[in-house]
DNA sequence: CCCGGAAACTAAAAGGTTTTCGGAAACGTA
DNA sequence: TACGTTTCCGAAAACCTTTTAGTTTCCGGG
């Protein structure tokens, strides 16, 4: 812990210049003789002067700083994103507030202050699931985009995985490699992503006029589900060819239980999983196929875009990012 | 998005008093008139005034922001402690600032002299491993906590797992259900959080006087390597009778293995894993009796020692907080 | 009515930086 | 020498808030 720090004022007076010159030399500005310049530089490094980014942010109204607000960073689903974006903007010279809502409105509030009051240049909303959540931005003074969960407003800013697209994208390689009894495992109707997901499957077997074998199963995210399902499953449709899991914890346990039943997977049943949890869906037997939402791309993009926003350049709308099949051993050809 | 921000001095205006009685009326100070207080107040509600932050940490030098500087956040344990602290911090008036070196020195400076320039009032470092990790404090303005991964400087305030005493407690678990032939199944020998653990083994065993089954296995973190080594022992100490594996992970893909070799667990093999990364630990059959880190408690016990650090009371050296041992089925007794 | 003291209020400074604009110096040209 | 031009430098303002050190107002007592 030293003492006091170093002001440019310091650095002035021990190059024997003024503070402006001080300023110019150490900004790389142009009206400043060279030997002058080197003068500053050198007194700047002795003193290991470093600028305050108060005092400029106070001139210039920029702090080089976002605010990213989640409600449950926790969750699977944020840290990506959170590092995506994180990524995104230290790539320049910006700097990330994290603030964790925990789903609560009144800490959201609360935070949404206390990131204003710091005077961020703008905002990233990570929601918890891909359902809409209530819009922050009403008459804010900065810009905000939300990022996995889009905003309900749809003036807002919104990046958000393209489910309905990445399910019809699993189920056509299915039919691909020449499946056509093909079954749904998946999360709680009450959630989008589920919904979007048995959309997708609709659209591809409509696609392929084929009919979905039986209904689609819906319960929790778990592998625990995943092996009930998969019981249940094989007994009232012994003839599924594939399933397509709305999710790679429900996938592991589905791989499962069909292994212990006897059937072999990939060649009997092939399965393919939704998340790319790799923790999960490369130590499964087989491995996992599944749709990877790409969410540090998501991320990284929402970044971008709120760049483009504090420039004055928004992008209002929900946008779709695609979703990317990984192919592993759960659905190789036979 | 509004127009020029109000400040205290739109406030003043139109409240009709100066700005030193509007300031005093905001911060609830003495000497300001009731009626005139109520009348500023009025006024900034009215323009949905906040004060700028920047321009008073400018004043008082203080910025009640801090820095995360981590070195992984994608890994398993920085986040836990990443959220730690942030509620720590966010139950007072605290911001996060965060930063993730991705393991790259150069970088790691980087965001250094970026969060030092935006005066942030003191700094947490999280190791991607608990192995101790170069010191970042070296005469820094600010004081600096490290958590999970400790400083190599012992005059640096760190806070570690007691992964010894975790794995002892793991050990004289499966001792007082009677187990006496105890295997050790790990990860690679050149961490320190896998020398720690055997070592907490080798502690319990050596105080109730008995043999380890085996040798050591070291290898690496995965299900994969789990379930290898569950076939290599199976076969080589067929006796074994309890098997304490250094992560879920691990101890994951040993029940997996042993249950297809027809070994019961509890009944046949106990089985503890480390870490109780839920989405492993809750899910196997049955599910596993495992050492939680308190990662979050880990986090939240930094921050609050950083703030004790801000205020002139560090607590220097290597602080080992206790695990917990969490208990589920696959150690239920006989 | 005047005075003293308390209460309420205000002007000004401070904090560190950038930027604008005017001034000085240096240099070349008539 | 006078003048114009270019180059370099510095004084001062601006950003917004808090705090200090006054100054004014108010009120009761003599």
Not at 44 to 55: D, G
Not at 126 to 132: I, K, L, N
Not at 258 to 270: F, K, N, S
Request: proline share 5%.
């Amino acid at each position: 812990m030293a003492g006091r720090r170093a002001t440019i004022n310091d650095v002035a007076s021990l190059a024997g210049v003024s503070i402006a010159t001080a300023s110019k030399a150490l900004n790389g500005r142009q009206d400043v003789r060279d030997s002058t310049r080197r003068r500053v530089l050198a007194a700047a490094e002795e003193l290991s002067f470093q600028p305050n980014a108060l005092a400029r942010g106070l001139l210039s109204g920029q702090t080089r700083t976002v605010g990213l607000l989640t409600s449950d960073s926790v969750g699977r689903f944020g840290i990506p994103v959170l590092l995506g974006a994180e990524d995104a903007f230290g790539a320049g010279e910006m700097a990330v507030m994290l603030c964790d809502a925990r789903g609560d409105a009144i800490r959201e509030q609360h935070h949404l202050r206390a990131l204003l009051s710091r005077r961020v240049d703008g905002l990233i909303v990570v929601g918890e699931s891909t359902d809409p959540r209530p819009s922050v931005s009403r008459n804010l003074p900065v810009p905000v985009v939300y990022a996995y969960g889009p905003s309900d407003d749809p003036g807002d800013v919104s990046f958000v995985p393209d489910d309905v697209g990445g399910a019809a994208m699993a189920v056509r390689h299915l039919l691909a490699l020449g499946r056509r009894r093909i079954a749904h495992v998946t999360g709680p109707d009450d959630y989008k992503a589920s919904r979007d997901r048995a959309e997708g499957l609709r659209l591809a077997l409509a696609a392929a006029e084929l009919p979905q074998a039986g209904e689609t199963l819906w319960g929790g995210w778990s592998q625990r589900w995943g092996r009930h399902a998969a019981e249940m499953l094989l007994m009232a449709q012994p003839d599924v060819d594939a399933v397509f899991c709305g999710s790679d914890q429900i996938a592991a346990g589905f791989v499962e239980a069909a292994r212990e039943r006897g059937r072999r997977v990939p060649d009997d049943i092939a399965v393919v999983g939704y998340d790319n949890w790799e923790v999960l869906s490369t130590e499964t037997r087989p491995a996992l196929t599944t749709v990877d939402m790409n969410l540090e791309r998501l991320g990284r993009t929402a970044a971008q875009h709120l760049f483009a926003a504090i420039d004055g350049r928004a992008t209002p709308g929900v946008h779709r990012m695609p979703c990317r099949l990984v192919i592993r051993d759960s659905t190789a050809p036979a």
